[in-house]
């Protein structure tokens, strides 16, 4: 029986599912796909944040986003730098969430 992911993994997990006694099918994607198929992984983990069910989980799936944030980052060149900086001016400029402020609708 074969069960198809078809998704972007971590480097060692291919390992990890040949020490349970199962044979992982893999390859390498070329920079382009990979690019795509991290973005992918981002709305995977993204999803999965939503659906954490404990205090614990959730510490595990924001690191998961991080990783594949830092991931996309250094494919395009970008540094943690960066990020952080363009983090703290859209603060200054836009705000935080602190406020808690959810948009119902816009009044013409």
Do not use: C, W
Request: hydrophobic letters at 40%; a negative charge; glycine letters at 2%.
């Amino acid at each position: 029986m074969i069960d198809k992911n078809k998704k972007l993994i971590r480097d060692n997990v291919p390992q990890i599912i040949i020490d349970s006694g199962r044979m992982p099918i893999t390859r390498e994607l070329y920079e382009t796909e990979f690019l795509f198929e991290a973005k992918q992984k981002l709305v995977e983990e993204a999803n999965e944040v939503l659906d954490a069910k404990s205090h614990e989980e959730l510490i595990e799936e924001l690191a998961d986003v991080l990783e594949v944030v830092y991931t996309i980052a250094a494919v395009e060149n970008i540094t943690k730098e960066e990020i952080e900086n363009t983090r703290v001016l859209k603060n200054k400029n836009k705000g935080m969430f602190k406020k808690r402020i959810f948009l119902d609708s816009v009044k013409r």
